[in-house]
């Protein structure tokens, strides 16, 4: 049977040549055209990159390799007796395209165990941090100190051809993917569990030991599979996946490229909004009575106005691309139905997902009134017991890691170069608007 890598490579053969054509023969096409307002507001929408891994589509949400949100957790396999599909199999997809079998995810499963091991001096990064660091910090640097590891690194100063650079950074990918629930629940039982550290076992799958790790009963160990593959990859234009595939289009190896994504990731612009939808629930929950209180939904909708009122806006509702609720909200959210149906926070969110989104529409501010991925992913972490707003981020991190070490990873095989935007001043812009400094027109200077 043909490995992963095999299959990678059998798919990397086959897709080079379309990359070549494009470039030699339809290398001048515009694709789009940028304005000034996307130059100075953080170029979005523009069209520059490219990425087959997945794409935001504003109706459906996220797709991976194709398949909707819905068709991704139908189709890949799953764990016997788990409702969540293996996390190794949604790499498989990632990596290839293809929906592996039964015997092709075992493969992956055999491939993390085997690369699970952490090297001593990790931990001890991790134990020379201070008590009260954050974990994001410490997680970016145990990823950053693993660069003597690099593969990667060890065959391009031996020459290696450019052709095969995708070799090596498939082979780092995996050693540090196998690596991170290791050193993602180390670091949470150094910061909140006094150091009690579980030791991983060998025969679970990536969810599955990662909630062994954390100490957490099932269905916890399904809780890990959604929540990593739900985040793990969303488009490269996003902070965290721009910023990965940056660094690494400089050939900087997996260790350097993925601790700058977690630096991304960590800003509260971006990874930050699952433990401010959780801040502003609670807030919600005291200002009600309390968890004993059940609130009708006309109050739930005057705390929300109020909200809106004050100048504030609803956390976990809105997103920039969709224009419809999040799938990844969605499959969150039939989860709770199932399994949280009692939890006070989540009849909060119900009561929220009910009454939020006709009264963003009635103010008409928000070009989309639904709820993101952020409204849910907090709430069942709590539920389960993890409660340390400050270590979702890093839950986030794992699951993200896995889309970006395929883009890069196909990044090196299609030979993309180092990335280099052109920049202009703002004089320029100001000319190009037919302005002075001042705002006045230039033709009426004439």
Request: aromatic letters at 10%; a negative charge.
């Amino acid at each position: 049977m043909p490995t992963l890598k095999d299959r990678l490579y059998e798919k990397i053969e086959e897709f080079r040549p379309r990359t070549r054509r494009l470039i030699k023969e339809y290398g001048d096409v515009v694709i789009d055209e940028v304005t000034i307002a996307q130059a100075i507001g953080g170029m979005r929408g523009v069209k520059s990159m490219v990425t087959d891994i997945s794409y935001l589509d504003p109706n459906e949400g996220i797709r991976y390799r194709g398949y909707t949100l819905p068709e991704t957790f139908e189709k890949l396999p799953k764990p016997p007796g788990a409702e969540m599909p293996y996390v190794e199999s949604l790499f498989y997809l990632l990596l290839t395209g293809d929906i592996p079998n039964d015997s092709e995810v075992n493969d992956v499963v055999d491939e993390f165990s085997k690369r699970r091991i952490v090297p001593r001096y990790i931990y001890d990064v991790i134990d020379s941090f201070p008590c009260c660091s954050h974990p994001m910090t410490i997680f970016s640097t145990a990823i950053l100190s693993m660069h003597r590891e690099s593969f990667f690194t060890k065959k391009y100063n031996a020459g290696i051809n450019k052709k095969d650079y995708w070799d090596p950074m498939f082979e780092d990918s995996l050693n540090l993917l196998a690596k991170l629930p290791e050193i993602a629940t180390y670091i949470y039982a150094k910061l909140y569990r006094n150091g009690e550290r579980i030791q991983s076992n060998p025969n679970l799958d990536f969810g599955g030991n990662f909630a062994h790790m954390m100490g957490i009963g099932a269905p916890y160990d399904d809780v890990a599979r959604m929540h990593f593959i739900i985040h793990s990859d969303h488009e490269s234009g996003n902070v965290s996946a721009h910023t990965g595939h940056l660094v690494a289009s400089s050939l900087s190896d997996i260790y350097l490229s993925i601790s700058a994504m977690i630096n991304g990731l960590a800003g509260p612009l971006h990874g930050l909004a699952s433990q401010s939808v959780l801040q502003w629930l609670h807030e919600l929950v005291d200002r009600m009575g309390g968890e004993n209180v059940t609130p009708s939904e006309a109050e739930v909708k005057q705390y929300v106005w109020e909200t809106l009122n004050s100048g504030q806006v609803i956390p976990g509702f809105g997103h920039a691309v969709l224009r419809k609720t999040d799938p990844r909200y969605a499959l969150q959210r039939e989860f709770s139905l199932s399994h949280l149906k009692d939890d006070t926070l989540f009849k909060y969110v119900d009561i929220l997902y009910k009454v939020v989104p006709p009264i963003l529409m009635e103010q008409g501010k928000a070009k989309n009134p639904w709820p993101n991925v952020d409204a849910q992913s907090g709430v069942i972490q709590w539920h389960y017991g993890v409660r340390e707003y400050d270590f979702y981020t890093v839950l986030f991190g794992i699951g993200r890691a896995l889309g970006i070490t395929t883009n890069i990873i196909w990044a090196r095989a299609l030979g993309y170069p180092l990335e280099r935007p052109k920049s202009l001043t703002t004089s320029m812009l100001e000319k190009i608007a037919g302005i002075d400094k001042y705002g006045n027109k230039l033709s009426d200077k004439k």
